[in-house]
């Protein structure tokens, strides 16, 4: 019997709120830090929203056998799905090439360019392992390079994904280089909806290091930001806010940042753009 994949990895969710320690600078962030923080987490996002859509290519194959079966099955699957992919199947290892053919190549709502090299490392019931690399993965609106590994749980019906990966938004070169330990689950409607994310993130970048603690965030795979949940996150100056995402309506959705006595609220647009609430 054919098993989706999506299954997610027996993790101990992480602790996931990055309170103030002695050395934090406990002044409320500014209005540009405010704006600025939001900036730098929702190209985090984007990036962590991208390469777990291109993941998602990867979990149609049938549990129990072979690792180089499974790989064979991966490359059926791609290939009904899109067209415009170069495949490269070597053993247990799938080389996807996105839009060196002709057809279509969007998949979860981005459509792929770049290199996308999937490794079926384990597929026993209850042990699966598949990682993933990627070469100047795009969907037009950032670059992703690097790699994850992604382990399944079938009993708790997630997926626990490790990363390591530099972004690069294509719009005005604003880049970083970070990593990550997330438990994904899927959204109520299925996993064609999104996942719901709990974990946490860490980048550096041209302003310095960022932490991100993830609480609850649910995702569609059409959106530039969660629809629902939190984000923690320590600035480079040491500042500390709290990001609370609601949807306002099918395509924008209301971000309120608190910081000790202060709070900004912002709109992201589907198209990513961020204006004042």
Request: aromatic share 6%; charged share 20%.
């Amino acid at each position: 019997m054919r098993t989706k994949a999506f299954l997610g990895a027996a993790s101990i969710v992480l602790g996931l709120s990055l309170t103030a320690c002695p050395k934090d600078n406990a002044e409320p962030v500014t209005t540009a830090e405010a704006s600025q923080a939001l900036d730098e987490s929702t190209l985090s996002s984007q990036a962590q929203e991208l390469t777990s859509s291109s993941i998602e290519i990867s979990t149609n194959f049938t549990l129990g056998g072979a690792v180089e079966q499974a790989a064979d099955q991966l490359r059926a699957f791609v290939a009904s799905q899109l067209p415009c992919a170069a495949l490269t199947l070597t053993g247990n290892t799938l080389t996807i090439v996105y839009g060196a053919n002709a057809g279509n190549c969007t998949y979860k709502g981005h459509t792929f360019s770049g290199q996308h090299t999937i490794t079926v490392v384990r597929a026993a019931s209850g042990d699966v392992e598949v990682d993933h690399a990627w070469k100047d993965l795009s969907n037009g609106v950032l670059k992703v390079n690097g790699t994850a590994q992604v382990t399944w749980s079938f009993s708790a019906a997630s997926r626990r994904v490790v990363h390591d990966v530099s972004w690069t938004r294509i719009s005005d070169g604003l880049s970083a280089k970070g990593s990550g330990d997330e438990t994904q689950k899927a959204l109520s409607g299925g996993l064609i909806e999104g996942i719901r994310v709990d974990g946490t993130r860490a980048w550096d970048g041209k302003s310095g290091h960022w932490d991100l603690g993830i609480n609850g965030v649910e995702w569609r795979w059409i959106d530039p930001v969660p629809q629902a949940g939190n984000y923690t996150l320590a600035m480079p100056n040491k500042k500390s806010l709290t990001m609370t995402f609601s949807r306002v309506d099918d395509t924008h959705i209301k971000v309120v940042l608190t910081s000790g006595d202060k709070t900004f609220s912002f709109v992201v647009a589907k198209t990513g753009q961020i204006t004042g609430a």
